[in-house]
């Protein structure tokens, strides 16, 4: 499986590279249409918010269930005799 992804990682364009797909086709988009789709002037906000929401509250989700859970794993119990006083 290792083999496999490494693999796939063979023609992936270098990091920070200027001519890869997303920096040549998307960023131009982002950067161009922003304000005009979104109405914010914020391009990041637009991205985060508008452009990727369900991949944010998908996040959001996932960082909250994992609070709630150490909440619930960490909280202190009371003793069963000292609960009735």
């Known amino acids: ?43 990041v906000t637009s991205v ?6 369900y991949d944010t509250l998908g996040e959001t989700t996932v960082i909250f269930t994992a609070g709630m859970a150490c909440i619930l794993l960490l909280r202190r119990r009371k003793e069963a005799g000292k609960a009735g006083q």
């Open 48 to 53: 985060l918010a508008d452009y990727r929401g």
């Open 1 to 43: 499986m290792g083999a496999f992804l490494i693999y796939g990682t063979i023609d992936m364009p270098d990091w920070g590279d200027p001519n890869s797909p997303p920096s040549v086709h998307v960023s131009p988009r982002y950067i161009k249409k922003t304000e005009e789709e979104t109405a914010t002037p914020n391009m």
